[in-house]
């Protein structure tokens, strides 16, 4: 199984994300948290968010932890990217995370937590 993240930073201009510095958070999870990919995406519930995911979403297996607003905001903003990709969204293929009104170290803490909760 792999675990792929799929981090939306809100245009980089959300008020609610002030406290985190998100390049640094990349950075962390990239060196210090078992993964198989990360992607970085300024707005995902955009078209072209939508198109990527599209085009990167699969149906095999792979779990995706989307760092992003808040879970039943990307319930519904992410619907649709995940629709057109044709993968299903529960529990086995989708586990959000807010980092909204976080800080770096708490939305790392949320990403790590969040990845080890996924079996295999
Ligand atoms: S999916 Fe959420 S975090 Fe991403 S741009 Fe849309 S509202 Fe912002």
Redesign the pocket.
């Known amino acids: 199984m792999k675990k792929a993240i799929l981090m ?4 980089f201009a ?1 008020p609610s994300m002030k406290d985190l510095d998100i390049p640094q958070l990349a950075e962390r999870i990239r060196l210090e948290l078992p993964h198989d990919y990360m992607v970085i995406h ?5 078209a072209n ?1 939508e198109a990527l995911m599209r085009d990167l979403l699969k149906d095999d297996g792979t779990v995706y932890v989307t760092p ?2 808040k879970v039943e ?2 319930a519904k ?2 619907r649709d990217g995940f629709a057109q990709a044709g993968v299903p969204m529960n529990e086995s293929t989708w586990r959000p995370v807010s980092i909204q009104f976080k800080t770096t170290d708490q939305a790392f803490a949320d990403v790590q937590a969040t990845l080890e909760a996924i079996e295999g």
């Open positions: 939306c930073t809100c245009s959300c300024a707005r995902l519930c955009e968010g992003a607003c905001k990307q903003l992410l």
